[in-house]
């Protein structure tokens, strides 16, 4: 397993390369979260942003419900087989997926305020070095009223070639409390911005 600092630099090339060419090599394998797509869809037609979208399951899902879903993550073949699926499904212009590095997403959706929902899995927080840059992150994105949602790991990642950080559910809640947000745990952790 490769070791890299926890206190490295966020955006460093060795750290994101490892962990994108960790991503490129299980396109394909991505996961449906239901218990996140029934969360997000509380509310008639939201606008969700998925942070860490893969191959698009959820975000497509997401969409044939009724959502406008933008979805990002960082491998461009998973944006690729996420674009492809949402063009067959006749989604295109209910589903948009983005190729970023989240900690640079602002640079390409710079609008505050801008999703009643942001959605993303335990899972997708784990590869992230900074937490904090992450809260900060979704609580620039998500509207007043709105909710920020993660779900737990969709599964163990064991047998990975880079370093994940475990988040513990409690220290995810911390830091969505510490931009503002105020925290419901549940199945679905969830973060609401007070209006």
Known sequence: MVQVDRGEHLRSGEWLELNRTYWEERTGEGALHPELVTAALLDPGPRILQLGSGD???????AERGAR???VDFSMPAVRRARAAAADRDLAGSARFVCANLYELRHMLPEPDSFDVVLCSAGV???????????RLVEWFVAPGGAVLVAPSSSALVDADVRTWSRTSSELAAALTA???S?????????AKPA
């Open 125 to 135: 927080v784990s590869w992230l070095p900074d937490l904090e840059e992450w809260a």
């Open 183 to 191: 925290v419901d745990g549940s199945a679905v952790l969830r973060a």
């Open 179 to 181: 931009v503002g947000l």
């Open 69 to 71: 879903v933008v979805g």
């Open 56 to 62: 698009g399951l959820d975000a497509l899902e997401l």
